[in-house]
């Protein structure tokens, strides 16, 4: 599977970059809400073939809620980790973690204070996508389920959500919906509060 | 971002709703996962496509490119660990884990 997704990925970025016309571009948004919209009916479809499914996260209760507890403090603790490797601003650094696979709103957000922060946000928060569709069959392989909601992380909602259903199964598409949604939300508290506290 | 969430849910919704109630042809219930392998291939191909004509990735990856790369492994990396160390305390249910205790 990952390598199947590799080479999916660099041939659309060899075609991006020697074939397509530049008017494709515009055309690329709408097809992936196309395709994205239609994969989660087809995720829907799937969560209803499961009769089991409410009853298991019953169970669970409010425990689900370690995945996106844990998502963001892992991710704000990267951040510190990198603002001592690469000695920048604290808070910079934490708001460029807090963007979780979110790239265009937490580059928006920075880019005003400081472009060079706002370009590294937006860089690794692209970085950060293409690294968990590539690693979730890893990850669910190797390391557990749940796992593979933390490493895309705000994109567990959307575009990350069907390669992680067809990773593992529907309890863990529905909690990643779930978290997906938080952790979305968290990314519009936490990336403005950081970049407030940026000198 | 919440008429996307909600526009999402609908749409997960609807499907969850015409399955639930046995409205889906069982061929097509049989060619589920081949149907979701080719859109999510072709969703991948497009991102790719996004990104090798995005100027702003392609120039910045030069300059920047390995701190971001780094941020990305570093943020990741960190919240599989957060997530795997809570759910081996709290969670010990191996269909939502993985098999994984």
Redesign the interface.
């Known amino acids: 599977m990952t390598k199947k997704i590799l080479i999916a990925l660099a041939l659309g970025i060899l075609s991006g970059f020697f074939v397509m016309p530049d008017s494709v571009y515009d055309n690329t948004g709408l097809l992936m809400d196309i395709g994205l919209c239609l994969l989660l009916f087809f995720v829907g479809l799937d969560l209803g073939s499961n009769k089991d499914i409410f009853k298991n996260l019953r169970n669970l209760g409010f425990r689900i809620l370690i995945v996106p507890i844990g998502t963001i403090l892992g991710s704000l603790t990267g951040g510190l980790i990198c603002s001592l490797i690469f000695k920048i601003d604290i808070f910079g650094a934490l708001a460029i973690a807090s963007g979780m696979s979110w790239y265009t709103l937490s580059a928006i957000i920075i880019t005003p204070i400081s472009s060079e922060l706002g370009t590294i946000a937006f860089l690794s928060n692209v970085f950060r996508e293409v690294i968990a569709f590539v690693a979730i069959p890893f990850i669910a392989k190797n390391i557990g389920y749940l796992e593979t909601i933390a490493a895309g992380a705000a994109i567990s909602m959307d575009t990350g959500l069907p390669m992680i259903t067809k990773n593992t199964n529907s309890e863990v598409a529905v909690i990643s919906f779930i978290s997906g949604v938080i952790l979305s939300l968290a990314v519009t508290v936490l990336v403005p509060i950081f970049v407030g506290f940026m000198v | 971002?919440a008429l996307?969430?909600l526009?999402?849910?609908g749409?997960?919704?609807?499907?969850?709703?015409?399955?639930?109630?046995g409205k889906?042809h069982g061929n097509?219930?049989k060619q589920?996962?081949s149907?979701?392998?080719i859109?999510?291939?072709?969703?991948?191909?497009?991102?790719?496509?996004?990104?090798?004509?995005?100027e702003?990735?392609?120039t910045?990856?030069g300059?920047?490119?390995v701190?971001?790369?780094?941020?990305?492994?570093?943020?990741?990396?960190?919240?599989?660990?957060?997530?795997?160390?809570?759910?081996k305390k709290?969670?010990s249910?191996t269909?939502?884990?993985?098999g994984?205790k």
Request: hydrophobic share 60%.
């Open positions: 971002m996307r969430i526009l999402y849910f749409i997960l919704a609807l499907g969850w709703y015409i399955s639930s109630k889906t097509l219930m589920v996962s149907i979701q392998s859109i999510l291939f072709g969703l991948i191909f497009i991102m790719g496509v996004r990104i090798g004509m995005d702003q990735i392609l910045s990856i300059q920047i490119g701190m971001a790369a780094v941020f990305a492994l570093v943020t990741a990396s960190m919240s599989i660990l957060f997530v795997y160390a809570a759910r709290i969670i249910d269909n939502i884990t993985g994984k």
